[in-house]
Structure formats: structure tokens, C-alpha cells
């Protein structure tokens, strides 16, 4: 693994952003029109649907926002190379392991949580500075070990490559 797979990673990452991004500007879009639309004006004060349709696309629009935000935060983001001594911070791929043999690695990025591709053979998560998983990782070095709760469980691990 090395900085060409990150940034394959987050052009991958873009481009699902922009797709999310046109559907979710086609949703507010269409919630926009549902709210002024003569159908969804008040027949009775008790009738709520242009009330109900004004705060689906101000969700929607916040949505929109929220995709626009993400992918300028990819557009900026820097993807520094890692050492066995290099703390763990944004844009690091990380490897634990107990994943090793199934050549899972974690990508801390700034948005886009959850996100999973497979690049080079190897299956790849997309986690936020927020997340868990990510609280646990940063700042910490190669050799190093992790301690998450799940629930009731706790998740101990090592990090055994960090890049």
C-alpha cells in the first residue's frame, strides 16, 4: 500500500460524494417544488402538507450542504506517508491484526464514514476523526495497542502497519 491507493481511495470517495451530492440536490429540488406546489396549499388549518413538504426540503438542502462540505474537505484533504514512528492523524490507512489475513485496512478521512472499497486486493473503510474506532487510533504508532468498547465487548488489537 502507498499513497497511489489513497489517492485512488479518495477519488473513489469523490465520486460517490458527487453522485450523492446530484441525488440529494435532485431530492431538495423536488421537496422545494412539492412545498409551493396549489396541491399542498391549506384547505383547512388543519391540513399540514405544504408544512410538512417546507421541512423535507430544508432537510434535504441541509443534506445538500453536507455534501458539498465533505467534498471540499476531500479536496483539501492531505495525504501524508507514514513511518513505524509516525503518529497516526487524518489520512493515515491503518491495518490492525486481527486484519490482516482478511486484508482489511482503515482509512481515517474526514467525511464519508463508512464508505468500503477494494483497491489492489485489499478491502478498505472509510473512518471519521469522530468515530470510535478512529478516537482510539489517533495519535497512536505502529506497535501499538487499541482498546475499544462495543457494547458490552471490548475490541483489543494491535496496529501493525500504519502508511
Not at 486484508?103 to 472499497?117: N, V
Amino acid at each position: 500500500m502507498n499513497n497511489t491507493i489513497k489517492q485512488q481511495l479518495v477519488s473513489e470517495i469523490m465520486t460517490h460524494l458527487r453522485t450523492e451530492l446530484l441525488l440529494a440536490m435532485e431530492a431538495a429540488n423536488n421537496a422545494h417544488q412539492a412545498a409551493v406546489d396549489e396541491q399542498s396549499i391549506a384547505e383547512t388549518q388543519y391540513d399540514t402538507l405544504a408544512i410538512e413538504a417546507s421541512y423535507l426540503a430544508e432537510g434535504q438542502s441541509k443534506r445538500v450542504l453536507e455534501y458539498q462540505q465533505a467534498l471540499n474537505g476531500y479536496q483539501v484533504l492531505s495525504l501524508p506517508e507514514f513511518n513505524e514512528h509516525s503518529a497516526i492523524k487524518l489520512g493515515a490507512l491503518i491495518q490492525l491484526a486481527k486484519d490482516n489475513l482478511c486484508k482489511h485496512w482503515f482509512f481515517i478521512g474526514p467525511y464519508a464514514g463508512g464508505f468500503r472499497s477494494n483497491i489492489a486486493e485489499q478491502q478498505i473503510t472509510v473512518i471519521t476523526p469522530q468515530s470510535p474506532m478512529a478516537k482510539a487510533l489517533l495519535g497512536k504508532q505502529q506497535g501499538d495497542d487499541i482498546e475499544i468498547a462495543l457494547g458490552d465487548e471490548k475490541l483489543i488489537d494491535e496496529i501493525i502497519a500504519v502508511q
